[in-house]
């Protein structure tokens, strides 16, 4: 009967630690501006209580969200990625002040074209996400833009 109620302790913690937290989607989006720029537009949906970073954190806080742009001959970045006005509060994780994001976050980037061919624009979003009483490790998510 112990070795019985022993597995049956070790089934259910196992099940409880390996539920995999994912709060957070994105998907890709591009607005032409003119005939040579566009907007490539990343947003995340987030969910629950959880929330993400801005690109902007103080030191010793959470990972900021990123972006890498992958080179590329087809066209040039114009300025920094901008993101969306977000909140700022005092963390009470980190208990600092940090502007960060929930349910949904946009960031834009963009970029003047060399030529008139279509191309994808390659990128990664580095990212942490928390809620009120845990974070979870840093994540990086590949997007795709396709410029047509």
Sequence with gaps: MKKLLLIFAFAI???TFSQIHDPVK???SVEKISDT?????AIATIS???HLYSQSV????PIPTSFTFEG???????GNTK??????????????QIKYFDKKASFKQRIKLKGKKEFNVNAVVEFMV????????PKEVDLVFEIK
Excluded: R
Excluded at 83 to 96: C, Q, S
């Design 130 to 137: 928390c809620n009120d009483t845990q974070c979870l490790p």
């Design 26 to 28: 994105w998907s890709t």
């Design 13 to 15: 913690s196992a099940t």
């Design 58 to 61: 103080p030191e010793n806080g």
């Design 72 to 78: 590329n001959s087809n066209y040039l970045k114009k």
């Design 37 to 41: 720029e566009y907007e490539l537009l």
């Design 48 to 50: 629950g209580a959880w």
């Design 83 to 96: 993101e969306e006005e977000g909140h700022t509060i005092l963390d009470p994780v980190f208990e600092m």
